[in-house]
């Protein structure tokens, strides 16, 4: 007698087997499957502590706990962390009849989709006495290298508007398909660890796996920020170069090195060409390095910097926009954004012409950076700048194309 075929099996090579899934229920489970993921994820996210290895997670961690001390924070790249002393400018503020306490929360490559991200997480806290947030953003952070990825700073920004925020840059970015799609996933798969808490298990366990909290913080990699978590010797977040090239480890000694030796190769005919010219035009580049025709931001580059304007005012601040000398003379994201009137004003401090002395050989570090003598010139015009702004007499920044 013939077995019966099975009802809603079928033969395959190993046999007798279940039929393959209608397309719906093949959907419906992948739904499920986001929904479980989506919802496990956001239920627990907000236990979870900061992870360490992110380098704001230390300056965050100390502002929450003092956030209504401040009246003055400064957020932006390494030209903010490296160049402006909270000290200097408090008192400088002082004498110029403003009092302020201000707090560095600058940190080395933070761009402004990384600025648009931590000012979100700011403005939640709601602190009490913040006035003003300044930022020095040139960049939006788009590009992102193969170092980069799956670090716990990389998916520590990539929340779902700021990633929507990053999307649109790509998709705007005079760049090529294919690197717009190899781009786009870069964010994505950042996205997808930041949704999944990806990597997250360790921060929760190593606390309670051995060792000491002494011994973990001597673990933590250092960054050039003299020391884990870079708040630097006064607490106020100010780590000038030469300090963190004394507590660096020697692979970031060699790296400070080779920076310092393209400064000295290359940096003394670029500012000979800045002094013949000073008021040469400082271009807006394309993402692939072409200078930008015309020299606007594009519609995404604009709604990134109006959503960071809108997230200070959601903090009860008002934010100050900043150029932090360069003698490299290139990418000028803000004189764009000031022409076009996205921006309420810039203090323009790479100007040639009204700041030489922040431009002399003798303060800088490196192409982008002061040294610590530097610091201090430049802490001192910017205090002076803001107070005259503040005082209603102070002129706006220019741009010079």
Known sequence: ??????????????????????????????????????????????????????????????????????????????????????ARFDRLMAEAGHPVRSFNFGVAGMAALENRALITRIAALQPARLKWVFTDVQRTGVRITGDNHFTARLASWHDPLTTWRALAVVAEADMSWSWKLDMAARHLVAFGSWLSNSGRARDVLEPHV??????????????????????????????????????????????????????????????????????????????????REPQELLRAEQALLTDFIDQVRAAGAEPVFINAPDVRQYEYMLEAALEAGVIPGLIDLDDPVRFPGLLRADVRYDLNHLNQAGAGLYTRALASEFAARLDGDGAEGAPRR
Do not use: C
């Open 210 to 291: 051995g060792g000491t909290e002494a011994t973990r913080e001597a673990a933590l990699p250092d960054r050039f920020d003299a020391g884990a978590g870079g708040l630097g010797p006064r607490g106020d977040g100010w780590v000038p170069l030469e300090l963190a090239f004394a507590h660096a480890t020697p692979f970031d000694r060699a790296l400070i090195r080779e920076r310092v030796q393209i400064w000295k190769g290359s940096g003394p005919e670029q500012m000979k060409r800045l002094r013949a010219d000073p008021h040469q035009p400082r271009p807006v580049l394309e993402y692939s390095g072409e200078l």
């Open 1 to 86: 007698m013939a077995t019966p075929t099975p009802r809603f099996e079928y033969v395959n090579e190993g046999g007798w087997g279940r039929p393959p899934p209608s397309l719906g229920r093949a959907l419906a489970h992948t739904a499920l499957w986001i929904a479980v993921v989506v919802g496990v994820g956001a239920a627990v996210r907000p236990l979870l502590p900061l992870s360490p290895e992110s380098a704001s997670t230390r300056k965050f961690e100390h502002f929450a706990a003092n956030k209504d001390d401040y009246d003055v924070l400064f957020i932006g790249s390494s030209q903010v962390y490296r160049h402006v002393d909270p």
